[in-house]
């Protein structure tokens, strides 16, 4: 059971590149959360998505997009990578049964703006 | 912003030793979740306590909820090198799942 899993692991892109990170779970779970973790600073909401073709804007939602085309994978992407975009980025996934809403992690994307 | 504070930013134990870390929150919570991070992972969690409990244990984990000073606390005992780690408090309040997490406790165990 692979549980939560981000693909890149790491990338380096240079100010104005686009990329798209993607995290597939395989847990059947409604929510899905992607995050920027910044040192000294905890996990940052940047999208979250409730359901398949739904998605809001979490707390630093600037600067990035998101898609949820399909009920297992949530889309992260950087349209004009900038260097404050300089982060490690963790997916998550959880479930709306039994009212616990506990996120199960992917490994995370390090990704380093130049 | 940041809805758990968490203290001591770091600690360092001696293997055997027991280690406490301290969250505060503002807001009403409908719970309250501790995750453990090992270093250049993911967050796994550790325990969850609902706003209507005092106290949880889990193996050598201890969880203590104290709703009205919003304040919660991680009690490790008889802590292991493989204890080494961040530890973040997460607060759910309820809103489409979302949590909010601290800053994190840096743990040390030494051998």
């Known amino acids: 059971n692979a549980g939560v899993t981000q693909t890149p692991k790491f990338r380096v892109l240079k100010t104005g590149q686009s990329m798209t990170l993607l995290c597939a779970q395989d847990m059947n779970h409604e929510y899905m959360y992607w995050y920027r973790q910044d040192p000294g600073m905890g996990l940052r909401l940047i999208h979250y998505s409730v359901g398949e073709g739904t998605t809001a804007k979490g707390e630093v939602p600037d600067g990035y997009n998101v898609s949820r085309l399909k009920k297992q994978n949530f889309l992260l992407g950087l349209e004009s990578a900038a260097p404050s975009q300089t982060s490690v980025y963790f997916c998550?996934?959880?479930?709306?049964?039994?009212?616990?809403?506990?996120?199960?992690f992917g490994a995370g994307t390090r990704l380093s703006v130049l | 912003s940041q809805q758990g504070e968490e203290d001591p930013q770091a600690l360092s134990i001696q293997e055997g030793e027991n280690a406490t870390m301290n969250c505060s929150y503002k807001?009403?919570?409908?719970?309250l979740q501790w995750y453990r991070q090992n270093s250049g992972r993911g967050l796994v969690h550790l325990i969850l306590i609902r706003s209507n409990e005092r106290e949880k244990h889990s193996g050598r984990l201890r969880v203590t909820l104290d709703t009205s000073k919003k304040s919660s606390s991680l009690l490790i005992t008889a802590s292991r090198a493989a204890d080494t780690a961040s530890y973040f408090c997460?607060?759910?309040?309820?809103?489409?799942?979302?949590?909010?997490f601290g800053a994190g406790t840096q743990v040390v165990v030494t051998p």
């Open positions: 998550a996934s959880s479930s709306v049964l039994l009212a616990k809403n506990i996120q199960y």
């Open positions: 997460a607060t759910d309040a309820g809103s489409w799942g979302k949590l909010q």
């Open positions: 807001t009403s919570i409908n719970n």
